[in-house]
Nanobody
Framework: QVQLVESGGGLVQPGGSLRLSCAAS????????MGWYRQAPGKERELVAR???????TYADSVKGRFAISRDNAKNTVYLQMNSLKPEDTAVYYC?????????WGQGTQVIVSS
């Protein structure tokens, strides 16, 4: 049984930065394309960044140039560096596989961007 644990969220002012982490236990995610998703209040969950096992990355237009996804397969961990944060980035952030049947979602980590 895979457990996903996201961390690193918090309250930050516009223009600030945060680094999110997602650790997967119970399975090895090497070989899977991994992604960071977010869900804002009243909106559907959306994929904002993904990373292939070889390191190729893809970003949603809304975060391109501001967010950077990375992974450490040895640690079963995926990261999301978020810079130049905007109020519209406020959401709960989750990680999970992309293009494969999803593992059970973790509880996510809340990011609030507000002055």
């Amino acid at each position: 049984q895979v457990q996903l644990v996201e961390s690193g969220g918090g309250l930050v002012q516009p223009g600030g930065s945060l680094r999110l982490s997602c650790a997967a236990s119970g399975s090895i995610f090497r070989g899977y394309i991994m992604g960071w998703y977010r869900q804002a209040p009243g909106k559907e969950r959306e994929l904002v960044a993904r990373i292939a096992n070889g390191g190729m990355t893809t970003y949603a237009d809304s975060v391109k140039g501001r967010f950077a996804i990375s992974r450490d397969n040895a640690k079963n961990t995926v990261y999301l560096q978020m810079n130049s944060l905007k109020p519209e980035d406020t959401a709960v952030y989750y990680c999970n596989k992309v293009f494969s049947s999803k593992w059970t979602w973790g509880q996510g980590t809340q990011v609030i961007v507000s002055s």
